[in-house]
């Protein structure tokens, strides 16, 4: 039997990209509907027919960030050969990542949800679990590193994994906050010498 109704008038996928962009660049709490509709193209019943409503398209658009212009740091860490490699990819790839010219500085995950109100603590955690979900990522590709032998036995891993990412959240700030790539440059020099001796 035929589908009724009319089909969609926009690509998902473009709308949901233009959405991802305006909450990278404004927040959830700064990105107005009026804005998410400019930009994707749409109605506000077309966003509430296709997304759910402005938290289910910042949601998706989150899970977006991530496989697209947020996958740095899974990629170095999935692939590079030992922790420390992977390590340092990760910060020199996001510090490059967060100053490219052509999108909106910094991390969408850091970034997104830095303003929030009582009405939006489901965002809030949302983005705490996803921060949370890095810090473990790093963390088990630190304990990697100490079963491969690349780092000291004695090495405490969970400090170190909360050491990075404090950094790696640090240059997302000082991005948005207009630091070039040169300047977070100095700062991976000075983390990656706090590398642990071994």
Request: charged content about 25%; some cysteine.
């Amino acid at each position: 039997m035929a589908e009724r109704g009319r089909p969609r008038a926009f690509d998902r996928s473009v709308a949901l990209r233009r959405a991802m962009e305006v909450f990278w660049e404004h927040g959830y709490e700064g990105a107005s509907m009026s804005d998410l509709t400019a930009a994707m193209g749409i109605n506000s019943p077309s966003l509430y027919a296709a997304f759910g409503g402005k938290e289910a398209l910042f949601r998706e658009a989150i899970e977006l960030y991530g496989r697209t212009d947020g996958g740095y740091t899974d990629r170095a860490l999935r692939e590079e050969p030992t922790a420390r490699a992977a390590i340092e990819a990760m910060l020199r790839d996001n510090a490059a990542a967060y100053t490219a010219e052509d999108k909106p500085h910094g991390c969408m995950v850091v970034l997104a949800g830095a303003t929030y109100t009582t009405r939006n603590t489901g965002v809030r955690d949302f983005l705490v679990e996803k921060r949370r979900e890095t810090t473990e990522h790093i963390h088990a590709r630190l304990r990697r590193g100490v079963a491969d032998g690349d780092l000291p036995e004695q090495t405490d891993t969970a400090a170190l994994a909360a050491f990075y990412t404090t950094v790696l959240y640090g240059l997302s700030i000082q991005a948005r906050d207009g630091a070039a790539l040169d300047e977070l440059t100095r700062s991976i020099d000075c983390a990656m010498a706090a590398w642990p001796a071994g």
